[in-house]
Structures are given as structure tokens and as C-alpha cells.
């Protein structure tokens, strides 16, 4: 098959998330997050590891950017911290937080880099948890859509691309479901309560920024991966719609629609945890429609049937983040399994590039706007030579692997604004620590922050280049 080309303003980006990269975590006056508080509690992460240091990007955003500028890099994808901007949430604004990234943000421009801007990834103020619970009290949709205000009127004239809620499935249901994200709750109401003002908060948002007149484009980034039926079993294929419709019509129908979907909703009410809706929301809903939609992909995932008395019933997992264990699933619904034809990372992530055009059919069939790849990427153990090199030829090939799938995706009619890797430099895995690296540059560190967090191109960073150079033709070594 003869394959489109890329579009000529194609974004070929690389991302990264705040807590994940900055550090400084008390420096010139910014506020507490969630995940500063969550993260000292004893064995939530690996080795009690933290993002007070991270890779002190904060002081070495420079050397990074310059990196980038070297490598060609067309767009960064970044996340502004909250308790940065507003320490404690809803009050004082900091100069000092907004300094920073618009210095960021400016050297990103001298250097030709689009910056495409993440409002939140995760690190809510804890004053805003400690106040009202944070996204299970309706406030924070004022208090939300004030933050982004501030950000948008001051930086409207520099950034063209922003998002508003990373990964708003999975800091939800890790948050509320699994307890392995703050605030550390397991509770499915309280999660589906707290979800709908994100939802609520989101379109209130985008509103605000389709009013300022803003020129540039705005849309959340959501974690999709598609769900395969385990075989044509009747029974397995029924798992799949339903595993669709929780973990994937459920988040996304909301965004574009303004509306959740019959069935999940059924399961929800059935349940006796669908959330509390008050007058008026489905209005405000309807009118934050997003300009795009921002994709993470990593994986898919495959299921069974989970049969309601409870023969080999998982434990509920709304988020599909973890697409290979037997024991994850929803009673009644679906349960997830292996996949038998594809291969795994060592955390057990399936690697499926055909998934990715999967999803971006299935997103422009269902939402028909356009898509921008927030996130897709490999996180693996790398190893430092002797030499100073990384060959990380793995991460080379499921990079090339999937920006060949959005080439057959765009070649199928799917539109796409650009493709942003995870992540730029390696950094903090939530969970994992420092061990999981994702990125086109090493970073010298480890679970002590005894290093010199030396910075390393890895072999993928030179091969990134020329696909850059070549706008997706050079795909070879
Ligand atoms: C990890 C995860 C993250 C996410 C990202 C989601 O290992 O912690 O992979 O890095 O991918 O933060 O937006």
C-alpha cells in the first residue's frame, strides 16, 4: 500500500509532565502539590522515591531546550504545576511561578519549538484537597477554570496548543478506585462524583477559552487503549464492547458530546455509584466541546467474559493502564488477559503499534476531530556504556513501529496535528522511580539524588533527528 505523507507542519514533539522533570518542589515560593504530600507516605513508590529533585529541570531547562533546538525537535509538550502559579489553589498569584515558564515558554520560541502546553498533569495544590477534597468538591470547577485563566490571558499571545486534563481516567480511577495515586481513596461513588466535576471543570475551561477569543486550539489528553475481543466467542466479543464503553465511551463521549453514554450510565445507576448531577451541568457540558483530542497511547488491551458469580472476577480497573493480568477487570463486564500474539515490556505493557491506528480510527469515527499524539512511547531499563552511548535500538523500533501506524492511520483519513513521544528526557515514573526511563536523553540518576543528573543523547535521540529532518520518510536506522 502506498502510504500519505506527513502534513508539511507536522508536530514531531517529544512531553513531559512537572512533577515528573522540574523538582525545586519548594523553591521560590510554590505551593504544595498532592503528589509532594502522597509520595512520603511509606511504600506507595518505588524505593519511597520522590520529584523533589527529578531531573532539576527547573534550573537546567536551558541545557534541555538546547538539546531539543539541536536535535530539531518541532514541538514540547509540558505541564504547568498549579501550587507553581497559585501556591495555595484559589488565592495569590506568584510571579515568580508564571517567571519561570515563561521563560520557558520563550526559549522554547527563540529556538523555533512550539510549546504545546499541559494545564494539569496531576499536581493539584493540597490546600485545594485539604479545603473541600479537592476534585470531589464542585468548587474546584471555579477554581480550576480561575488557574487556567490566569495562564491563558497571560501566555494566549505565545502558545498555540494547550491541554487541559492529562490522563483524566487514570489520576481519577489510580486516585479514587486503586489508592495508588493521592488522594489514596477506594471508593467507585466517590470516584464517579470527583470525575464528573473534572469533566465539569474541563468543559468549563475550554468555554473560557473559546469566549477570550484565543487564537490556538485546545482539547484534553486521554489514555486510549483499544479493546480486542480474546477470540469470536460471542460471549468475549460482549466483553469487548463493554470494556469500550466503561473505559473508553464513558471518558471520551463526555468531552465531545456533552453526554454519558446509555449503557455505561446504566451500570453506574445499577450500581448505586453514578454521580450526583446537578441542574445545568449537561448544558455547561455540551458547551466546552473540545478542538481536538489528545491521545496517550501505550497499549490495548483483551478480555473475556467476567461472569457475574464471580468465576475468575478481576478486580475492578477502569483505566485499562494495566492491559496484561489476569486479575484485572469488572465484575459482569469483562476481564482482561493476555494477549498471545502480541509481545510485552518487562512492566507488562503490551507493545501494539496496529492498537495506535486502531484508536485514532475508531477516535474519528466516533468524535471526528482532529487528534494530537500527546504521549506514546517505551519505558525500558537503558544502559549507560563505558562510552558515553545508549543504545536503546528497542525503543528505536517501537517508536518507528508506531509513527508508521499513524502514517497508515493518516493514509486511512485520520487527521493529525503532530506526534509528541514520552518523553523528552528520562524522568520520574510516578510508581517506578528513576529505573523506567522513557526518554531520547539519559539522564544520570538513580533512587538517591547523589548524582550529577548528567544529561546523555541516547542512539533513538540521533535517529529521532533525521525522522524529524525527513518529516517521517527517513523511518530506517
Ligand atoms: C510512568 C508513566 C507516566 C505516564 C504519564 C502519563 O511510568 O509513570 O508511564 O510517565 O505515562 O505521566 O501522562
New binding site residues.
Given amino acids: 500500500q502506498k502510504l500519505d505523507s506527513f502534513p508539511s507542519d507536522f508536530l514531531w514533539g517529544s ?1 513531559s ?1 512537572a512533577y ?1 522533570v522540574e523538582g525545586a518542589w519548594d523553591e521560590d515560593g510554590k505551593g504544595e502539590s498532592v503528589w509532594d504530600k502522597f509520595v512520603k507516605i511509606p511504600g506507595k513508590t518505588f524505593k519511597g522515591t520522590t520529584g523533589e529533585v527529578a531531573v532539576d529541570h527547573y534550573h537546567r531547562y536551558k541545557e534541555d531546550v538546547q538539546l531539543m533546538a539541536e536535535q530539531g525537535l518541532k514541538a514540547y509538550r509540558f505541564s504547568i504545576s498549579w501550587p507553581r502559579i497559585i501556591p495555595d489553589g484559589n488565592g495569590e498569584v506568584n510571579e515568580a511561578g508564571i517567571k519561570f515558564y515563561e521563560d520557558l515558554i520563550d526559549e522554547l520560541l527563540a529556538n523555533e519549538i512550539e510549546p504545546v502546553v499541559t494545564l494539569y ?2 499536581d493539584l495544590p493540597q490546600a485545594l484537597q485539604d479545603e473541600y477534597l479537592g476534585w470531589e468538591g464542585r468548587q474546584i470547577i471555579n477554581d480550576f477554570t480561575r488557574y487556567c485563566e490566569i495562564v491563558f490571558k497571560r501566555f494566549k499571545d505565545k502558545v498555540k496548543y494547550w491541554v487541559t486534563l ?2 483524566q481516567n ?1 489520576f481519577i480511577s489510580h486516585g479514587y478506585l486503586a489508592a495508588s495515586h493521592p488522594p489514596n481513596v477506594k471508593d467507585p461513588k466517590r470516584m464517579l462524583q470527583a470525575n464528573h466535576h473534572a469533566n465539569l471543570a474541563n468543559a468549563k475551561a475550554i468555554k473560557l477559552f473559546h469566549e477570550l477569543d484565543i487564537e490556538g486550539q485546545i482539547g484534553p ?1 486521554f ?1 486510549y487503549g483499544p479493546t480486542y475481543a480474546f477470540d469470536a466467542d460471542p460471549k468475549n466479543q460482549l466483553a469487548a464492547e463493554n470494556r469500550e464503553e466503561i473505559n473508553a465511551n464513558f471518558w471520551m463521549d463526555i468531552y465531545v458530546y456533552g453526554r454519558y453514554p446509555k449503557v455505561a450510565w446504566k451500570y453506574f445507576e445499577d450500581n448505586g455509584i453514578a454521580p450526583t448531577i446537578e441542574v445545568g451541568d449537561f448544558d455547561l457540558l455540551k458547551e466546552g466541546k473540545p478542538d481536538f483530542l489528545g491521545l ?1 497511547y ?1 497499549q490495548t488491551a483483551t478480555v473475556k467474559e467476567n461472569r457475574l458469580d464471580g468465576v475468575g472476577a478481576g478486580k475492578p480497573n477502569y483505566t485499562g493502564e494495566k492491559g496484561s493480568t489476569e486479575e484485572s477487570g469488572m465484575p459482569g463486564l469483562y476481564k482482561e488477559v493476555s494477549n498471545p500474539y502480541v509481545e510485552y515490556t518487562n ?1 507488562d505493557w503490551a507493545i501494539d503499534p496496529s492498537g495506535l491506528r486502531i484508536a485514532m480510527r475508531r477516535m474519528t469515527s466516533r468524535y471526528d476531530l482532529p487528534i494530537l499524539i ?2 506514546n ?1 517505551l ?1 525500558e531499563y537503558d544502559r549507560l556504556e563505558a562510552d558515553g552511548r545508549i543504545h536503546d535500538e528497542y525503543r528505536i523500533n517501537y517508536i518507528r513501529d508506531h509513527i508508521v501506524a499513524i502514517q497508515e492511520a493518516i493514509t486511512d483519513g485520520v487527521e493529525v496535528i503532530g506526534y509528541c513521544t ?2 523528552y528526557t528520562d ?6 522511580g528513576y529505573q ?1 526511563r ?1 526518554g531520547f536523553v539519559y539522564v544520570d540518576r538513580d533512587e538517591s539524588n547523589e548524582k550529577e543528573l548528567k544529561r546523555y543523547k541516547k542512539d533513538s535521540y540521533f535517529w529521532y533527528k533525521k525522522v524529524i529532518e525527513t518529516n517521517g520518510q527517513e523511518l530506517r536506522k
Fill in positions: 512531553a509532565a515528573q498533569h496531576w492529562n490522563e487514570v489528553s489514555a496517550n501505550y512492566w500527546t504521549e512511547g519505558g514520552w518523553s524522568l520520574l515514573s510516578w510508581l517506578n523506567k522513557y
